[in-house]
Nanobody, 123 residues
Framework: VQLQASGGGLVQAGDSLRLSCEAS????????MGWFRQAPGKEREFLAS????????NYADSVKGRFTISRDRARNTVYLQVDSLKPEDAAVYYC?????????????????WGRGTQVTVSS
């Protein structure tokens, strides 16, 4: 399984970004894809997840209403739309995938991780 995240960059506060994560290496029909982020000196935190088959979503309370996760099954790609960016959103954003669809907010449920894409927000 390989995951390639992209779409990060330097933006201004209030801007929007769409992060992409292309998955390859197997069929992901019953798997789940998650987005996480890690800021310097902080733990990696769950942001959102989506199931590949039904598209069921789950969001961290801190980003609900401002982040939107979606997937394109034909392209094996998952997206994270991030709106109204704030300086505190600056972090490396990671996508991850796994077979379990239960504890979707737990990092331990995701055995496969991409390298991450850096998001920097200037105020």
């Amino acid at each position: 399984v390989q995951l390639q995240a992209s779409g990060g960059g330097l933006v201004q506060a209030g801007d929007s970004l769409r992060l992409s994560c292309e998955a390859s290496g197997r069929t992901f029909t019953n798997w789940i894809m998650g987005w996480f982020r890690q800021a310097p000196g902080k733990e990696r935190e769950f942001l959102a997840s989506i199931t590949w088959n039904l598209g069921t979503t789950n969001y961290a309370d801190s980003v609900k209403g401002r982040f939107t996760i979606s997937r394109d099954r034909a392209r094996n790609t998952v997206y994270l739309q991030v709106d109204s960016l704030k300086p505190e959103d600056a972090a490396v954003y990671y996508c991850a995938t796994g077979e379990s669809t239960y504890r979707v907010r737990s990092l331990n449920e995701y055995p496969y991780w991409g390298r991450g894409t850096q998001v920097t927000v200037s105020s």
